[in-house]
């Protein structure tokens, strides 16, 4: 490798190693509340012994994060859960589009939803399904994932792991994350070049071709950058993390920081 891109790869790592990141337990519980509310349930078939059964299926949280659903009598899945409740649930990112985008896999028994919390399951659900009119047919059921035993994250490539049953009950969903994807969808339509004035501000000599905002936390953004690298014509696609100067309470300080952190790289292009 080119002794400077190795001097440059070298200054990436330290960067990315010190920026602050949500941790895994928000992380998780802020893909689950903010996805786009379908994952894939995989069962244990009753149908056919010994395989699992994968479905599409529509989701909510609720306040602790377990996943409700409602599902008609005759699926399979339905079926699936009243033999055996145990089951997993992947849950991607609502901007995943390939292997550098977060994705969760809850793993548990899903049990049905006692009456007299129905009412509550319906609200959380309608509240992510809007339009989910077969909530009041009288041949579907609402079922939650009351016991979680695992819980797997891959955040991106080099980035993974678990965290615990009680971590995962602990954490609170990340507030700026509600309305990250609309920040990133302007900043990507309009703004991209300060995008890119700011990732070459934050890592002197990472001159990159295109930089894309895929999520806003109240501590940073993740970024999915393209690069030629030097000695090689072949791009190359990856994801950074750009941390905030500060922590973000409310939204109106996102547009502030966004415009400082851009007038800091500007001044600094200009130097």
């Known amino acids: 490798m080119d002794p400077e891109e190795m001097k440059l790869q070298a200054a990436l790592a330290e960067h990315q190693q010190n920026a602050p990141k949500l941790g895994f337990p928000t992380d998780v519980r802020t893909l689950v509340q ?36 409602i599902f008609s009598g005759m699926s399979t899945h339905t079926q699936d859960l009243l033999a055996d409740p145990r089951c997993s649930v992947t849950i991607a990112s609502k901007e995943f589009k390939g ?10 028994k899903v049990s049905l939803v006692p009456q007299e919390e129905r009412d509550a399951a319906k609200a959380a659900y309608l509240a992510k399904h809007p339009g989910a009119f077969w909530v009041d047919f009288g041949d579907f059921n609402w079922f939650r994932m009351d016991e979680i035993t695992d819980v797997r994250f891959v955040g991106g490539f080099a980035r993974a792991g678990s965290v615990t049953p009680e971590e995962y009950k602990n954490a609170k969903p990340d507030p700026v994350s509600a309305f990250g ?21 934050a890592i002197p000599g990472l001159e990159v071709s295109e930089a894309v905002i895929t ?22 696609q990856f994801k950074i993390r750009l941390p905030f100067p500060r922590k973000i309470e409310e939204r109106k300080d996102v547009k502030d920081v966004i415009v400082e952190m851009t007038r800091a790289a500007a ?3 200009s130097d």
């Open 215 to 236: 999520s806003v936390d109240s501590l940073g953004m993740y970024i999915k950058c393209t690069r030629t690298p030097r000695a090689s014509d072949q791009p190359q």
């Open 34 to 69: 903010y996805n786009h509310g379908f994952a894939v349930m995989s069962t244990n078939s009753k149908a056919n012994p010994g395989f699992p059964g994968g479905s599409v299926v529509g989701f909510a949280p609720d306040e602790l994060g377990r996943p409700l659903f």
């Open 267 to 269: 001044a600094a292009s």
């Open 181 to 201: 994807a609309a920040i990133a969808s302007h900043m990507n339509d309009d703004h991209m070049d300060s995008t890119i004035a700011m990732v070459a501000h």
């Open 99 to 108: 292997a550098a985008d977060g994705r969760v896999n809850l793993m548990g």
